[in-house]
């Protein structure tokens, strides 16, 4: 695939909700004769004390990530860096941004950082599933991830908006075509910003399989109904009223999404036996 930025639509990124905003790019590739697009997305989230971004985005879209950073944050500074777990999507713009950003800390599982980053091990926090940090008029949670492709991968939860970050998890993928041997979950360009609701018809349990056999090798021998279950049990913790996956568009159908997502899970599992 190869290393573009969508456009101009990313950017100033979009605001999804009161304090949140959906930053970074697309990498674009060429499939059957037309081009797609796959977002590497980063959220960042701004209480009234404190702001936290939610992965870093890829060091393709460095410039891209730090404007639209900078564009979001004002006067503002940023408080914590938060990646889901150390892949280049989502760690890889780390020491930018700690260079840009001399007060903030890096949060979350962070037991590989001190190695790769060594002159920045005094700025790593560990949080664990289950903690959180105050940003003044809301709290970030960390959560477990129920659908991960590392040990070390955490969700979060914006508790002022009511957002959960999954990461690699719910990464739907449309009716597009995709690249010959690519498992990304693929859009045109022109749907780079757009909410699940706004995109041209859902994915169907087919299309979601497809990705999620492919990107999570895993889940072929795996029944995730009690991961699933575990999931449920969470929102109803913490509600959500929007899902911000790494990879995909931004969910605003929450229950339509996780029974979509369920029963291409369950397809996935069932197909290898055949």
């Not at 969508?6 to 905003?21: L, Y």
């Amino acid at each position: 695939m190869s290393v573009e930025v969508s456009g101009g639509e990313s950017t100033k990124g979009r605001v999804i909700a009161e304090g949140v905003h959906w930053l970074g790019g697309c990498l674009s590739a060429s499939a059957e004769g037309q081009e797609v697009h796959y977002h590497v997305s980063s959220y960042l989230v701004m209480g009234s004390e404190a702001s936290i971004l939610v992965d870093t985005g890829d060091p393709a879209h460095r410039d891209t990530v730090l404007a639209e950073l900078e564009n979001a944050l004002g006067s503002r500074s940023l408080d914590y860096v938060f990646p889901t777990h150390p892949e280049i999507p989502h760690a890889g713009n780390l020491p930018v941004l700690l260079e840009r950003y001399p007060s903030a800390v890096v949060v979350g599982d962070v037991r590989d950082y001190g190695l790769h980053f060594p002159e920045y091990a005094d700025r790593l926090q560990a949080k664990r599933a289950g903690e959180s940090v105050d940003l003044g008029d809301r709290e970030f949670h960390f959560l477990p991830a129920y659908i991960r492709d590392l040990e070390n991968t955490l969700w979060g939860y914006d508790s002022g908006a009511g957002i959960m970050f999954v990461s690699d998890g719910f990464s739907y993928i449309h009716d597009i075509p995709g690249p010959d041997e690519d498992d990304e979950p693929v859009h045109l360009p022109g749907q780079c910003r757009l909410l699940s609701s706004e995109m041209p018809e859902p994915p169907s349990v087919e299309q979601a399989a497809y990705g999620t056999g492919r990107a999570l090798y895993w889940t072929k021998f795996v029944d995730v109904g009690s991961a699933f279950r575990s999931i449920e049990e969470s929102l109803e913790n913490y509600p959500a009223r929007l899902i911000g996956p790494a990879h995909g568009n931004v969910i605003d159908d929450v229950q339509g999404m996780l029974k979509t997502s369920l029963a291409a899970h369950r397809k996935v599992y069932e197909g290898r036996r055949v």
